[in-house]
């Protein structure tokens, strides 16, 4: 098989197969430049990337331009026309890119692919139309995310609080990093909360000053509240759950814990070493399910974050908006539940747990906690309050509990994570 030597087909084609197969994004392009794209053009990857993650945000609202200007809709068959639509419309409305060039590449692209040989004519007219009428998307914010999305968010945050945190995930995250070495930071980086930094145009990261010589590590802002909520660990021992890739683990090491992490995928363990290898820490690594694991000792701190839908994620991952379901939290809340259960027993008395998920679904976060708290009479919720810890005021709820929304943080915004601290008292 030739390999792929033209930037717009290798997109199209990882298109096709994300719309078809549902996979996630990364993993499709991670594929693709491994195995399809010709080495000639590796260097457009994080183009691509960049294009593709614009097609997931903007996908309904691209579809709704195209229905304005197509009087039969194009058939959910013919998908790959739709994606040469789409592509080339991301092309002229994001990048900005000369409008009749992007126009005849697309329609030369369909005059020889087999596919699409006949519809050449359709994509012509369809752009043009677009340029010509100026054609915008007339969605509401609400439909600019799945159905199932917008009912959970209207039902836990109401109609603002939801319409806030849609146009903060569809925007384009900066760059967050936690440092291992703070002195050597790079000055183009700005302190946003506690042991967490920002840039905003960042180019390739492994080119930015410090990142080879492991002195930082890509953490968004929100994720890194977990761990500095348990206060000082110097020189404690901390069980890290559900550890890779990693991000945590190397904070909880930068606070000067001693961690051990516990994950039970060795793809994901592998990716989570070279983190530890490039920043030189070196916590215990134990592969295991930690659903029958046991530990040799308790533990006074216990963090776990935990597998769940990754909502609070979209605005790094808009692939997420298309391949998660309503089911995929049903699964999530069983796991979860599991999970805290067993990291309680790994809990001493008077230890204690932070619980966090990435994610803005109440039942995998307050729901879960709540219920937890219900049920075992040996815990109880520590309140986080927004005196103890000034610098996340705006996140910290009436319940004790800290929720970050992507709105929340001006000047780029944060990542959604539900936060909880509890006590092990017998
Ligand atoms: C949200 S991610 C953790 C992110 C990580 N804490 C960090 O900060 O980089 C959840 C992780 O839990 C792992 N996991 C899921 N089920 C598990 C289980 N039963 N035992 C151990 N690890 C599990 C997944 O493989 C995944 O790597």
């Known amino acids: 098989m030739s390999l792929l030597t033209d930037q717009r087909i290798v997109s199209l084609e990882i298109a096709n197969e994300f719309v078809g197969n549902k ?49 039969r809709n194009i058939s959910p068959r013919n998908i790959m026309v739709r994606n040469c639509i789409r592509i080339a419309l991301v092309e002229l409305i994001d990048l900005k890119r ?5 126009i005849n590449t697309w329609v030369e692209i369909a005059k020889n692919k087999k596919r699409l040989m006949h519809f050449g004519k359709l994509i012509n007219a369809v752009l043009r139309k677009f340029l010509k009428n100026n054609t915008v998307s ?50 183009n980086f700005k302190k946003i909360l506690p042991s967490s930094y920002r840039m905003h145009k960042s180019g390739k990261i492994n080119e930015i000053a410090g990142y080879k010589e492991g002195d930082w590590w890509v953490q968004d802002a929100g994720a890194t509240i977990p761990a500095n909520i348990f206060g000082d660990i110097k020189n404690k021992s901390v ?57 040799k000792e308790k533990y006074d701190f216990v963090l776990l974050d935990a597998p769940c839908s990754a909502t609070g994620t979209i605005r790094k991952n808009p692939d997420l908006i298309h391949i998660k379901e309503k089911q995929d939290i049903t699964k999530n809340i069983s796991l979860q539940k599991i999970l805290l259960d067993r990291a309680i027993n790994f809990l001493n008395i008077n230890g204690i747990l932070i619980y966090c998920v990435c994610s803005l679904e109440y039942d995998e976060g307050e729901g879960q ?51 909880s601290k509890i006590y092990k008292k017998f």
């Open 369 to 419: 906690v709540e219920t937890l708290l219900k049920n075992n009479e040996t815990i109880e919720k520590v309140a986080i309050k927004a005196e103890d810890y000034p610098e996340y005021g705006k996140f910290v709820t009436s319940n004790g509990y800290i929720r970050t929304l992507p709105h929340l943080q001006i000047d780029g915004g944060i990542d959604g994570f539900f936060i």
């Open 138 to 187: 007339n969605l509401t914010d609400a439909q600019k995310v799945p159905g199932w999305l917008w009912d959970s968010w209207l039902k836990t945050y109401g109609n603002d609080e939801a319409i806030n945190i849609i146009n903060a995930s569809l925007i384009e995250p900066p760059l967050d990093i936690s440092y291992v070495n703070q002195e050597r930071l790079n000055l």
């Open 23 to 71: 996979s996630p994004l990364n993993e499709i392009i991670d594929h693709f430049y491994n195995s399809k794209v010709a080495n000639e053009i590796k260097n457009k990857r994080s183009e691509t990337k960049y294009i593709l993650s614009v097609f997931c945000r903007r996908l309904f609202e691209l579809d709704n331009i195209i229905n304005q200007l197509t009087d």
């Open 239 to 295: 069980l890290d759950l559900c550890s890779a890739p990693g991000g945590k683990a190397m904070q909880l090491m930068a606070m000067g814990a001693n961690v051990t992490c516990i994950e039970i995928s060795k793809a994901r363990i592998s990716v989570m070493k070279e983190n530890f290898n490039r920043t030189n820490l070196n916590p215990e690594i134990i592969c295991a399910d930690i659903l029958n694991w046991e530990p």
């Open 98 to 102: 000369p409008e009749y060039a992007v």
